[in-house]
């Protein structure tokens, strides 16, 4: 099952944010990030906050989400009007799940009609939704972009059958592809695939097979994320009685070298640790925001927000989620108050991840010995270094979690 919420202070009835919080407001970027808890089945290796309908029964559905939805919006534009200040327009969205497909095109253009009239649209915004290949069509993705989405991300996870069953996976390996080509018909200009590697019983030529059939779609975006077996999964039931081997470290980074080395002679740049794109404009705008210290408000069952130094986290479970929204309460379950020093170790924690870097002068005086040393062992690039900047070598990236814990200790 989904992991537990953070623990944190209890978070007011109302959504209202400490005034401090709200300070600067709209100077920062401003998304806003939907979850959609529905699947149609629980992927093995899945620990987020999702259910299918056999999970939830008659106790929540897509009507009463929406609903719940359309609330938390109207709640989440009153509390950032609370100091007087215009409530900023989202210049991101990213709708993401769970499988929010599922929806369908109709609904998808409701949740975008309902962040227009709470928080509006920035002229130019991006607006992205996740989809299961499985669940679009050339009619859906016709839809969602009359609607107003401009970007598609597809989970295609691997072109291996073999894999997809370890996964438990329910697409077949060649429908990732043909989705693509349906967005593109649709009119999206940006598309991402989704892999994951690691997989027990992924060969490197897997891996290949599935690189190669992601080029041939000619997506201006990939992610790849290793397979973490997380605790309480299927996937890690398994592992603990023998029937599949863990991951192997090793492996694993062999497959990023892998990935990095196919994707880059294809002309796509990485530009966060787990992400590439064709050129600037085609960079996760909504994810820079998180990566670079922005604002968002999430909305929807578990999903986490984050305003001015304040972050808070939702209810989790659907039929809770609509049932406190529908007495005119926030949904927020918990939240916590970052002081200077616990902003300035996340803006490492995030911005080390990313291409551009970080800059020295966000360390402290321990930790600029430690960026020393670590370019001297070839896991930060000396040049940079020297500029100002502490950016990963490629060895670094392998590393990336290392690092960022020799500059924050």
């Not at 002068?361 to 900047?389: C, H, I, M, S, Y």
């Not at 950016?391 to 690092?403: C, E, F, I, Y």
Request: glycine share 12%; hydrophobic share 40%.
């Amino acid at each position: 099952m989904p992991a537990q919420l953070p623990v944190g202070e209890p978070a007011p009835a109302d959504g209202t944010l400490p005034p401090e919080a709200l300070t600067g407001l709209g100077s920062r970027p401003f998304g806003v990030y939907v979850h959609v808890p529905f699947c149609a089945t629980r992927c093995g290796y899945c620990d987020f906050n999702t259910y299918t309908a056999d999970e939830l029964g008659s106790a929540a559905g897509f009507g009463s989400w929406l609903d719940g939805l359309r609330a938390e919006l109207e709640l989440g534009a009153g509390v950032l009007a609370a100091g007087g200040q215009a409530v900023p327009e989202a210049e991101t969205v990213f709708v993401g799940g769970g499988t929010p497909s599922l929806l369908g095109a109709q609904r998808l253009g409701e949740v975008l009609t309902a962040i227009r009239e709470s928080f509006g649209l920035a002229d130019e915004a991006e607006v992205t939704t996740e989809s299961n290949p499985e669940s679009t069509s050339p009619e859906f993705f016709a839809g969602i972009r009359e609607a107003g989405y401009n970007r598609v991300s597809l989970g295609m996870q691997s072109a291996a059958e073999h894999v997809l069953r370890v996964l438990e996976r329910r697409h077949t390996p060649g429908r990732a592809v043909a989705a693509v080509g349906e967005a593109r018909a649709a009119g999206f200009e940006h598309v991402n695939l989704d892999l994951i590697y690691g997989t027990p019983g992924e060969t490197d030529d897997d891996l290949r097979a599935s690189l190669d059939a992601v080029l041939s779609t000619g997506v201006d975006h990939v992610s790849a994320y290793a397979l973490i077996v997380e605790d309480g999964t299927a996937m890690a039931r398994k592992v603990r009685r023998g029937e599949l081997p863990m991951p192997d470290d090793d492996v694993l980074a062999d497959r990023y070298e892998l990935i990095d080395g196919v994707l880059g002679e294809a002309g796509l740049g990485w530009y966060e640790v787990s992400n590439w794109a064709r050129d600037d404009a085609a960079r996760c705008r909504h994810n820079l925001g998180y990566w670079q210290g922005g604002d968002w408000w999430g909305a929807g069952p578990g999903a986490h927000s984050h305003v001015g130094g304040v972050r808070w986290w939702n209810v989790k479970h659907p039929a809770r989620y609509a049932a406190v929204l529908a007495e005119g309460a926030s949904p927020a379950a918990g939240r916590e108050r970052l002081d200077a020093e616990d902003r300035r170790i996340e803006r490492i924690m995030l911005e080390l991840r990313l291409a551009t870097g970080l800059p020295v002068a966000a360390l402290d005086e321990q930790g600029r010995v430690a960026a020393k040393q670590a370019a001297a062992d070839g896991l930060l690039d000396r040049e940079d270094l020297t500029a100002g900047r502490c950016v990963l070598t490629d060895r670094g990236r392998l590393l990336a979690d290392g690092v960022v814990q020799r500059l924050i200790t």
